[in-house]
């Protein structure tokens, strides 16, 4: 973990008021924490650090896009991603992070690693199913596709008629109309 020192923020040096920073993310940032699942990522992380004299807000935002595969057909697509996250940094008796918005830390620390919560942040960006764009609007060709159309059941629209039916359905039947 001593490469993401640089999303390591020194706040005791920072004076009350609005800071900001600005991070680019690519796969090297994802590779620390042995997630490989985008095969290309291009993400800009603006964070505006507010620290107050009891407390820091940290508000990041991601803008961008990943390079990642199709659930339906593995092939590759660009997903854009635009997400907000908003957490406020308390100062307590010990360290507890078990609210997802809320982080409390010593009093006696000095600085803060975001690095986690922008992991988390692009993670979550990223739709639970994702699908090929190609694929909604019909305009995708691939063999796997091909392959998945030939194998779908066809839906049969007309109507099944009485003498369709087995005869013995008719005789279960009058068992229930009987009563």
């Known amino acids: 973990m001593k490469a993401l020192k640089s999303y390591t923020i020194p706040f005791v040096g920072l004076k009350i008021g609005e800071h900001h920073f600005d991070y680019q993310i690519d796969n090297t940032f994802f590779e620390h924490f042995e997630y490989d699942e985008f095969n290309a990522v291009d993400v800009k992380i603006d964070l505006k650090f507010e620290k107050k004299s009891t407390l820091l807000e940290l508000y990041f935002s991601a803008e961008g896009v990943i390079n990642l595969n199709c659930d339906v057909t593995n092939e590759p697509y660009n997903q854009a991603i635009d997400d907000h996250f908003k957490l406020v940094v308390k100062f307590g008796n ?85 009563k």
């Open 94 to 178: 010990e360290y507890n992070n078990d609210n997802e918005d809320i982080l409390i830390v010593p009093h006696g620390e000095y600085e803060i690693n975001v690095a986690q919560y922008i992991y988390e942040l692009i993670i979550l960006a990223v739709p639970i199913k994702r699908i090929h764009p190609g694929i909604e609007d019909g305009t995708l060709q691939s063999d796997i596709l091909s392959k998945l159309e030939e194998l779908s059941p066809q839906e049969d629209n007309k109507t099944k008629s009485s003498e369709d039916i087995d005869p013995r359905w008719n005789n279960l039947k009058k068992l229930l109309t009987d």
